[in-house]
Each structure stands twice: as C-alpha cells, then as structure tokens.
C-alpha cells in the first residue's frame, strides 16, 4: 500500500524568507510525486512532478521540490515567499506500477505568508 | 492547450433531491476522468474514474453515481441527497495513462 504524509497542518513564514512544506512517502517500488496548490474555494493547481531524473525539480511561481530517495521525501521549496502563496499545498504520491487513478494525496499542508 | 470545466459553481439542495454535476473536457481526445470529493477543505477522495466512454469504476460505495455519455464529459448523479453529501466536488483528467492529473475548478454542494 502506498502512503503520504504531510506532518505539519500549518506552516507561517514571513514575506521575503524561505519557505518549507514537508511531505514524507511511501511506496513498494519507486514513486511518482507530485505537487499541488489550492486557493480558497478552487480547484487544485499541478505545481511539479518529479518521475526519475534530477533530484531537484523545479515548478510553477517558482517553487522547487527536492526528491531525496534515502529520506523519502519530498519537501517543497521556495527561496523567498509572497503574500499571495498563501494556499493549501497538497503532495501526492502513486506507484511507478500502478495507474493514473492511484493517485494518494496527503492531508494539505496550509501556508500563511505574513506581510 | 486543454480546458477542464465545472458547473454549476455553487449548489444548494434540499435533502432527498436529485443532483448532476457536470465535468467536460477540451482540447483533448480519451482523457481518463475522476470525481473526487474534499471535505472540510482538506483530504481528496477519489468517488469514480472512467477510462473510455460508459466505463465507470467506483472507488467508495455510496448512494452517488457517475456516467459518461460522451468522450469529454462526466456526470455525477444522485438520486436522493444526504446531508453527508456536502461537500466540494472536484472534477479531474489525465492524458490516457500519463501521471498527472489535472483539475477542474469545483463545484461546492450544500445539502440542507
């Protein structure tokens, strides 16, 4: 069974720092990863994939994720947050054996930027 | 570039009414389609995906029902509304079996 977890419900950083969003996986053979944003009363936004390859991928507004296998994680970064990446953040994870529906979500993260 | 939409936006309904959702897709052709439901603005379960027209699989069994009459749009149904069935509604694709899901805007159902 595969699994995600987002261990923090809620993340404050201030304008201008870096930003973390963590996210921890589990999957019986190698996992496709993903990243997601919501904002109030929306839809969910793709941000980045990371499926083989670099470590480090790099995604939409400027987030990159960094895929450490050792660890199994997945942190979601920012070098220098806004205001307005204040949003519910989801990671998600499926099987390299599995299909397109097997997609497991972790609970959302929720990011406050404070001005 | 591909479209997903949603409609209606918001919905009220009385317990015991009938429901449809309305998910449609553009740009694409045999997109694999998914009903989530969030609630309490947090975690997605998956309710029904379909891979090709009038092929529907259930995730969660449950007085809700999805069809596909056409290649590009998906319907999800209810018969008789619970209160248990507010929530927001989520509407994805994905290009065949490629990985990344891609969602519609919503639709927040309240059941009064």
């Known amino acids: 069974a595969q699994s995600v977890a987002q261990p923090e419900d809620q993340v404050n950083v201030a304008e201008g720092n870096p930003l973390t969003v963590k996210c921890t996986y589990s999957?019986?053979?190698?996992?496709?990863l993903f990243w997601y944003v919501q904002y109030p009363n929306r839809g969910l936004q793709f941000l980045l994939k990371y499926i083989t390859g670099d470590n480090l991928v790099k995604g939409s507004y400027g987030f990159e994720a960094e895929f450490n296998k050792s660890q199994t994680s997945f942190h979601l970064k920012k070098p220098s947050a806004l205001v307005s990446d204040s949003a519910l953040y989801f990671c998600?994870?499926?099987?390299?054996?599995?299909?397109?529906?097997?997609?497991?979500f972790g609970s959302g993260t929720q990011l406050t930027v404070l001005p | 570039s591909q479209t997903i939409h949603q409609w209606p936006a918001t919905l009220v309904q009385p317990v015991g009414s009938p429901l449809s959702l309305e998910c449609t897709v553009e740009?694409?052709?045999?997109?694999?389609l998914y009903w989530y439901r969030q609630a309490a603005g947090r975690g997605l379960q998956l309710l029904f995906y379909?891979?090709?027209?009038?092929?529907i699989s259930s995730e969660v069994p449950q007085n809700l029902s999805a069809s596909r009459p056409q290649d590009r749009q998906f319907i999800l149904s209810s018969k008789k509304l619970l209160l248990s069935d507010s929530g927001f509604y989520l509407c994805?694709?994905?290009?065949?079996?490629?990985?990344?899901?891609?969602f519609g805007p919503g639709t927040r159902l309240l059941v009064l």
């Open positions: 999957v019986s053979g190698n996992p496709y």
């Open positions: 998600a994870v499926r099987d390299w054996g599995g299909s397109a529906r097997q997609l497991t």
């Open positions: 740009g694409t052709s045999n997109p694999n």
């Open positions: 379909s891979v090709g027209i009038g092929q």
């Open positions: 994805a694709w994905s290009p065949g079996d490629e990985e990344t899901q891609y």
